[in-house]
């Protein structure tokens, strides 16, 4: 409960900073932050998509191996 009652308070402070009517006014700041933030969140996601593209392979060549190996136990 904690939990959604800080979350629902951060949220608001999030929007209210935001917003050009209020007196933060921190709207060109995220949006510059976002700026430069989306170049390197999407390298850092597409990294991560790779190793875990590679990751799937080779377990799909090791269940491979795996299955092999229990056909030829089954046949002696």
């Given at each position: 409960m904690t939990a959604i009652i800080l979350g629902i308070i951060l949220i608001g402070f999030t929007v209210f900073s935001v917003l050009?009517?209020?007196?933060?006014?921190?709207?060109?700041?995220?949006?510059?932050?976002?700026?430069?933030?989306?170049?390197?969140?999407?390298?850092?996601?597409?990294?991560?998509a790779l190793l875990i593209g590679a990751a799937d392979i080779k377990d799909k060549?090791?269940?491979?191996?795996?299955?092999q190996e229990a056909a030829k136990a089954q046949e002696k």
């Open positions: 050009p009517s209020c007196p933060l006014n921190w709207g060109p700041q995220v949006i510059e932050f976002l700026k430069g933030f989306a170049p390197v969140f999407a390298a850092f996601v597409g990294l991560i060549k090791e269940a491979k191996k795996e299955e």
